[in-house]
């Protein structure tokens, strides 16, 4: 015989596991923002992070096109080759790797696999790391896209064709009154449409069109740190570098952002590109 | 504050009824002891950079040059109670991810348990499983830094002497955080032995059940990420995920049985295989589905002195049941899916490992431990796993002698494998690999408590069209162990890739050359502390424990040791 406290105990037990009907989430397609860009809003910086030997990469550079085609202006993308995945194959033109890239996967955090992206180095609740899955992005993305900021960036490059150099400068003021300590800013230099060498699920591909490589850093990676802000002078910082010949100037983008650095905050505030030519 | 009011109402009735039997339990137990023991394992590596066997880019083997493990565990019974506490540390160590460093410390587990009468509760960091796991299972895997700790309460009660049931509910661990989303069970379980004439049939069927809610944050992330998807791909999630089992266990003389069969409602997850056309492009890796899942497993066995036969079979389909559907590869995983192929312990017949795949598998095991004779026993093992019709993912062979004499101990066998090494560890290109490895041990007891042993292995790798080796090409590998006395143990061995393949490291001519990974040991026991160190060069591949695997980088280094235990 059963005891009766015990029937009880049975029978309630498994209408703890059970719930009423749930109410489902609504998914609407999402549709392309405008491409005016706001300046109060902040744009987003997507750093993928890899390797010609990265084989799922590949299928983060297609996800990454896609989120492209929808935020546009609004996000902007380096491709950081960094890791075991980065050492180039004989065949390749190019060898992509910068003691910079690896400082800055050494400071964000390495991943457990590739391929993988920080959207504005930030760690999301719920997140232990920086690096997020492809799975993760477009649902990260959506979460920083309407970020306010009050930083202004702006860069006015110049390229001399006959010495192949490139200088620029970069101003950066507030558009309003606020304090914001311990900024830091970084450029770099990301090349598009390089046909080179790329492993791919089906084997190493020789014409794979790599986009964002990161080229060249005119700051270290961690940044330099800013001195005061304010609404009215900008901060001026000038910069010069001689192009190597094999890269295409009409692909060349200089990015610049800007980002904390408090404790383990890390996160970037604004970022801008600005193409070469 | 009438609601304020009503939840302390509540909680004084949840816990007064709690406490009473307690203090009354206390009072009758009052002449137990206090009994605290424990354990306590260190472990230290000193990285010494070796770019050449890929030892290198990692910040260990770059700058930080040392990183360390440590836990420390104490229980403590007194009058009914069983508190556990463990700590751990963990100082730029690689456990957690490979290629980087971790460090952190903090209370990695805690756990009160009391029994009262019938009913037996815990609350804290939870250990456990239903069944053999295919829906829950919390557990730790110290070698690969898996703690999957449902950190919650637990309650199990004995309705009968041969029927109990348990509920549990909690949030799995995360390091030192935990996971949002909510998780919550039920098993039961039932002894029946039923005499037929003079032999005994007996039977023991288990039921379970797990629920998982998916937290919102985690919910908004997948909704976002859904409505980037094409319109045909997209689906509506779920919050809640349950899955169910069935398990029962035959007992007849010899013979048993153990089967099970668990399902799982339509759940998220992520297909790492998934190929996906975006706007001109096939893309190929992670994609979100969602879908029904099952497992099938059974074990068929017959065990005598002479002869023990065992027959294992499973099929998985859309079975990963994670904490949440963002978290990929050995991370928040709320069941474990058996592997199906030979636990083997000898070093080159453990250089290939294929892990169980969740999304789609076919898998079998047979194995027959033959007697024949006093001394001589003979082991056939087969095992092998497909994801469908097509082309076989893996395949094992082996066969061992065992001789046992009154001071040496002899082993000898083969082991044939065949291991897609393109789809387990996602290498585009790599030839299926075919290796025949003959391997020899021979243990000799000297006495006065002194051994010796000795191993030695050969792996011959298979050529591809282009006949170049397959992956690293063929291995050679020698140990010599010796035990002094009960204290001391050194052992001494190498691994050498004597012909490489197309996988093996390559010089700056771009050939790959043959390479040496050495190991010294040297043991040392005085009572219960067992202290180890080692001179380590390792080469990278997949590690398993406990059927969980990943792929491990190279290691180069020193390693010191110690478990102690109290």
């Known amino acids: ?277 | 504050m009438p609601f304020l009011k009503l939840i302390f109402l509540l909680l004084i009735w949840i816990l007064i009824p709690s406490f009473v039997p307690v203090y009354g339990q206390n009072t009758t137990d009052s002449n137990e002891k206090l009994n605290i023991f424990g354990q306590f394992q260190t472990r230290a590596n000193f990285f010494l950079r070796d770019s050449m066997i890929g030892a290198a880019n990692i910040p260990q083997y770059d700058y930080q040059l040392f990183g360390s493990e440590s836990w420390l565990n104490l229980q403590a019974d007194y009058q009914g109670f069983s508190i556990s506490l463990r700590f751990d540390f963990f100082n730029n160590s690689n456990l957690l991810v490979p290629t980087d460093s971790y460090s952190d410390q903090g209370i990695g587990n805690f756990l009160v348990e009391k029994s009262l009468d019938k009913l037996t509760f815990s609350a804290g960091y939870i250990y456990d499983q239903i069944g053999s796991g295919l829906i829950f299972r919390s557990f730790e895997e110290r070698s690969l830094l898996i703690d999957n700790a449902l950190a919650g309460i637990k309650l199990k009660y004995q309705l009968l002497p041969d029927l109990y049931i348990k509920a549990f509910a909690g949030r799995q661990k995360k390091q030192f955080e935990l996971y949002p989303a909510i998780i919550r069970g039920f098993q039961s379980e039932y002894f029946r032995s039923i005499s037929l004439g003079r032999k005994k049939l007996t039977w023991a069927p288990g039921v379970g059940m797990v629920a998982r809610t998916i937290d919102d944050a985690s919910m908004n992330n997948l909704v976002s990420t859904l409505q980037t998807y094409p319109a045909s791909e997209i689906f509506i999630p779920k919050y809640n995920t349950y899955a169910g089992t069935f398990y029962q266990t035959f007992q007849y003389e010899s013979f048993r049985w153990y089967a099970e069969a668990a399902i799982k409602s339509k759940d998220t997850y992520i297909d790492p295989f998934a190929v996906t056309l975006l706007k001109g492009d096939t893309l190929v890796g992670n994609r979100y589905k969602q879908d029904l899942g099952f497992v099938f497993y059974s074990t068929l066995s017959y065990a005598t002195d002479v002869i023990g036969v065992t027959l294992e079979g499973k099929r998985t389909r859309n079975f990963s049941f994670k904490t949440r559907p963002q978290e990929q590869l050995n991370r928040g995983n709320l069941n474990f899916l058996p592997p199906l192929t030979r636990i083997n312990s000898f070093r080159l017949n453990t250089r290939y490992n294929p892990a169980a795949q969740e999304l789609e598998e076919w898998s079998w095991q047979g194995d027959i431990q033959l007697r024949l004779s006093e001394d001589l026993s003979l082991n056939l093992n087969h095992s092998g796993m497909q994801k469908s019709a097509e082309e076989p993912l893996y395949r094992e062979w082996f066969l061992e002698l065992t001789k046992q004499s009154e001071n040496q101990h002899w082993t000898v066998g083969v082991q044939n494998q065949l291991y897609n090494q393109q789809f387990y560890e996602f290498k585009p290109g790599a030839p299926t690999v075919k290796t025949i490895t003959p391997f020899g041990e021979i243990e000799m007891d000297a006495g006065k408590g002194k051994s010796l042993r000795i191993e030695a292995q050969a792996l011959f790798m298979n050529k591809a069209k282009d006949l170049l080796l397959n992956d690293y090409g063929h291995w050679i590998f020698g140990l010599a162990e010796y035990v002094l006395n009960p204290k001391w143990k050194f052992s001494v061995s190498d691994m050498f890739n004597w012909k490489p393949g197309r996988f093996s490291p390559k010089n700056i001519q771009e050939k790959a050359i043959p390479l040496h990974f050495p190991r010294f040991d040297l043991y040392y026991q005085p009572g219960n502390n067992l202290f180890s160190l080692s001179y380590i060069k390792q080469v990278e591949g997949v590690i398993c424990t406990g059927g969980i695997c990943r792929l491990e980088p190279a290691f180069s280094g020193v390693r010191l040791s110690l478990n102690s235990s109290f």
């Not at chain 1, 232990?128 to 959506?142: D, F, I, K």
Request: one cysteine or more.
């Open chain 1, 1 to 277: 015989m059963y005891p009766k406290p015990s029937i009880l105990f049975s029978l309630i037990l498994p209408l703890y596991l059970t719930s009423c009907r749930e109410i489902p989430p609504i998914i609407t397609p999402i549709e392309a923002i405008s491409s005016e860009n706001d300046l109060e809003t902040a744009n987003v910086l997507i750093e993928e992070f890899g390797g010609v030997r990265c084989v799922g990469c590949p299928a983060g550079h297609s996800l990454i096109k896609e989120l492209k085609s929808i935020y546009k202006e609004k996000l902007v993308v380096i491709s950081v080759h960094t890791g075991s995945f980065s050492i180039p194959y004989s065949e390749n033109k190019f060898d992509y790797r910068l003691p910079e890239n690896d400082q800055l996967i050494s400071e964000l955090g390495k991943p457990i696999g590739y391929p993988v992206a920080s959207i504005n180095r930030k760690i999301f609740d719920g997140e232990s790391s920086r690096m997020l899955s492809p799975t993760q992005w477009p649902g990260y993305l959506a979460k920083v896209i309407s970020q306010k900021t009050a930083l202004k960036i702006e860069i006015n490059p110049s390229y001399n064709a006959g010495l192949n150099t490139l200088s620029f400068t970069t101003n950066i003021k507030l558009t309003r009154d606020t304090i914001l300590p311990n900024l830091y800013l970084s450029l770099m230099l990301a090349e598009d449409n390089i046909i080179d060498y790329q492993l791919t699920p089906t084997g190493k591909q020789p014409d794979y069109v790599h986009q964002n490589v990161v080229r060249s850093w005119f700051t270290p990676s961690s940044g330099i740190l800013l001195s005061k802000l304010s609404t009215k002078e900008n901060l001026q910082f000038t910069f010069n570098l001689t192009l190597p010949v094999l890269w295409n100037t009409n692909n060349l983008r200089i990015i610049a952002l800007i980002q904390k650095k408090e404790l383990n905050n890390f996160d970037v505030l604004q970022v801008i590109e600005k193409k070469v030519k």
